[in-house]
């Protein structure tokens, strides 16, 4: 089992910036990648970027690209999501995620941070 805990969301002026973080802890801990979603209000959930686990090689949804950088820490068992120069339209809900395998869903989750942007 994995348990996934995000902070570092809150309450931002348009043009800001936070980092967010999600703390990993388990017996085991040693996923394929690790991934961030949002989920604005009325919406679905979308993916915003992930990481692999091993090299730290990243991707990002083409809405954030620029903006959003995601980093780990091993040694921490931490994902971080910084983000930068924020809109309205980042405000949500967000979510980082667990991947065991390369072609697994993700598996487990995080109860998630609201992030709120005021223009």
């Known amino acids: 089992q994995v348990q996934l805990v995000e902070s570092g969301g809150g309450l931002v002026q348009a043009g800001g910036s936070l980092r967010l973080s999600c703390a990993a802890s388990g017996r085991t801990f040693s996923p394929y990648a690790m991934g961030w979603f949002r989920q604005a209000p009325g919406k679905e959930r979308e993916f915003v970027g992930a990481i692999r686990w091993s090299g730290g090689s990243t991707n990002y949804a083409d809405s954030v690209k620029g903006r959003f950088t995601i980093s780990r820490d091993g040694a921490k068992n931490t994902v971080y999501l910084q983000i930068n120069s924020l809109k309205p339209e980042d405000t949500a809900v967000y979510y980082c995620?667990?991947?065991?395998?390369?072609?697994?869903?993700?598996?487990?989750w995080g109860q998630g941070t609201q992030v709120t942007v005021s223009s």
């Open positions: 995620a667990h991947r065991s395998r390369p072609t697994y869903p993700y598996d487990y």
